[in-house]
């Protein structure tokens, strides 16, 4: 009988997170932004069918790259535990950090598990508070880690150059066109410098607006209203301001009463 092959653990661990970090950077970037009135999440995602942002809760949203049926089943559980807990204790108790906690603890057991494959996945959750100090944005590798982030975020693709380019434009109390404009410019520069062309059909963009009257603050913006914020045509403000679309419009450039099981799961 032959003596097993022996790997140290640390060799093991270093394997496990090169698997997960080439299968995040496969994956198309999502940029996420604190803007006056609230957080923005912007992903290149032409699908319209499997979204990379998600609402979890009132006031809490959820964004991923990487392998979607894994991030799927996170949100799944991200939505179960929000409910349960607001249900059982209170609304107000539900947040991006006590979700961000079972979030890491999952993704950390994952990782560090012999029996299975890491998650290919690199979460962010965001919170948006009632003043743009109290806003929470925290972004999760693989591995399980928390990083407290501010301002502005990439992850997946080419976040490294992404992000250098956001921090050195970012600047606090930025309309919702200008954060909109600055993500997509980030977006659109390629790992050799070059600029490609995004449209509004390759966009997925929802905000946490604040000003929103409704308890709940997320809100996706679609069709005419993303296509005039990308051409820098009323610029207004807030997503709350140009949501209702008119008589004749489509329901899905409007219907934010509606529930989002039917469009994200």
Not at 24 to 30: C, D, E, L
């Amino acid at each position: 009988m032959s003596t097993p092959f022996y790997v140290s653990p640390q060799q093991a661990m270093a394997d496990r997170a090169e698997f997960a970090r080439k299968g995040i950077a496969r994956g198309r970037s999502v940029v996420v932004l604190q803007y006056t009135d609230g957080i923005v999440f912007i992903a290149e995602n032409p699908s319209r069918a499997l979204h990379k942002v998600s609402e979890i809760y009132d006031r809490i949203a959820f964004a991923a790259v990487g392998k979607y049926n894994e991030f799927e089943n996170l949100r799944i559980g991200g939505v179960r535990y929000a409910d349960l807990r607001g249900y059982t204790y209170d609304r107000d108790d539900v947040t991006a950090r006590g979700l961000a906690n079972v979030y890491a603890q999952t993704l950390g057991t994952i990782f560090s598990s012999v029996g299975e494959k890491p998650y290919e996945v690199e979460l962010i959750v965001a919170e948006v508070g009632a003043d743009s100090s109290e806003d929470q944005i925290y972004r999760l590798p693989h591995d399980g880690s928390i990083v407290d982030e501010h301002g502005a975020v990439a992850v997946g693709g080419n976040s490294d150059q992404i992000g250098s380019y956001l921090d050195q434009r970012h600047r606090d109390g930025m309309t919702l066109a200008e954060a909109l404009k600055l993500a997509v410019e980030s977006l659109s520069r390629d790992s050799n410098g070059s600029d490609r062309q995004l449209t509004a059909e390759q966009l997925e963009v929802a905000v946490l607006d604040r000003t929103r009257p409704q308890q709940r603050k997320f809100k996706r913006i679609l069709g005419r209203q993303l296509s005039r914020l990308l051409e820098g045509e009323g610029a207004a403000p807030s997503a709350e301001k140009a949501e209702k679309p008119a008589p004749s419009a489509a329901p899905a450039d409007g219907d934010d009463d509606l529930p989002e099981l039917d469009e994200d799961v």
